[in-house]
């Protein structure tokens, strides 16, 4: 089985603004028809990221190859540019056709007529465009420019293609189908792409691999399971959705059983860490479980704790439970299931997840 070859590499990447490093990145690579989500907060590097990997930003070191040739002066760029589209947050149209806007890059690579109303309309046809093709784009929706945007960018049909934030503030209907649409493309093409995005549901979603970024740097890269169920420190467990981080002290350990003291309570637990180490114990809110009886404690799970709802949260059809269990847990119940259970903010409950769904990380002493 031969490798798969990297379409983008970069290595030793440092970008400074003022004399203060901005964007820091020993390595980095996207391999061909790799689907790669750039995830973290604001001011993370995300976009710095994406800019340089155009060489649309003036590094302080650092080399970008492509196909693995570095890419060393401006005709280097030119011709890799061509191979290398990029959606932004904001569809930047022109004031012209649908029509006009889609086919605008196919013009500058001095295509046919022929072939460009060809292509064009293909693409309008894929993102279900073709009955706005003679629309001015200062009549469209924020919906409608996202499309006509995408549809641009597919048209060049490009080896690569950069996703900077392209659904921000649209409704989560239009979002839904745009992503899909989207997803659809890429997949039948084969072509390799990075998406910029704080949706977690669409890095999970859409990703062979999650990169999770924070001050400049790359701080957990991998499969999307790996990532989101097995974080590697408190900032990455708090930033995929880990919202229950206790605090803790292993008082056990035997065949990688492990039993952490909390608050006071005992959560059992799987791993290596020996007696006297102060760890994280990281739970996701899927994997708790809630009842209002002791029946919960004839499941598998083996952390079993009675407790009392102490607050309730909308998260569309679920519902978010802050529960008091002698130290602060969050659940997720469907709505169905929290009608059958009569739940209400103080009523008595039992909460329940097994030690494989607990995650630990270690911490250092105060």
């Known amino acids: 089985m031969t490798q798969q070859q990297n379409v983008l590499d970069l290595k030793g990447l440092r970008v400074d603004r003022g004399g203060v490093p901005v964007l820091d990145i020993p390595s980095f690579s996207l391999s061909e028809n790799e689907f790669v989500s750039l995830i973290g907060p604001n001011g993370a590097g995300k976009s710095t990221l994406l800019l340089s990997l155009l060489g649309l930003i003036k590094r302080s070191s650092g080399t970008v190859s492509y196909r693995g040739r570095e890419i060393v002066n401006s005709a280097d760029w030119l011709k890799v540019r061509r ?24 013009k500058i690579r001095g295509m046919g007529r022929g072939e460009i109303k060809s292509r064009v309309t293909s693409y309008l046809e894929r993102f279900r465009l073709a009955d706005m093709a003679q629309r001015s784009a200062r009549k469209l929706s924020g919906g409608e420019a996202r499309r006509v945007s995408l549809a641009r960018a597919f048209a060049v049909e490009p080896e690569v293609i950069l996703f900077d934030e392209p659904f921000a503030n649209l409704d989560p209907p239009t979002r839904q189908a745009l992503t899909e649409d989207m997803d659809e493309v890429i997949r039948d093409r084969g072509i390799a792409a990075i998406l910029v995005t704080h949706d977690q549901s669409e890095a999970l979603r859409m990703s062979q691999r999650i990169v999770v970024m924070n001050g400049g740097r790359i701080v957990q890269e991998g499969p999307p399971a790996g990532v989101m169920n097995h974080p590697v420190n408190e900032f990455v467990a708090n930033f995929v959705g880990m919202e229950t981080i206790l605090e803790g002290e292993v008082v056990g350990n035997r065949f990688q059983q492990m039993t952490v003291k909390v608050a006071g309570c005992e959560i059992d637990t799987v791993g290596e860490a020996q ?18 009886t002791t029946a919960g404690k004839k499941s598998s799970a083996r952390n079993h704790f009675a407790g009392r709802v102490a607050g309730i949260a909308s998260m569309g059809p679920f519902l978010k439970l802050r529960l008091d269990c002698g130290f602060p847990l969050t659940a997720y119940v469907t709505r169905e299931s929290f009608a059958e259970l009569a739940l209400f903010e103080g009523k008595e409950i039992f909460a329940s997840f097994k030690a494989t769904s607990v995650h630990v990380i270690g911490r250092r002493a105060a």
């Open 275 to 292: 007696p006297g180490a102060l760890v994280y114990c990281c739970i996701r809110p899927e994997n708790v479980t809630v009842s209002t």
């Open 83 to 106: 191979s290398i589209a990029m959606v932004l947050q904001e569809p930047l149209l022109f004031d012209a056709t649908v029509f006009d806007n889609v086919a605008s890059g196919l």
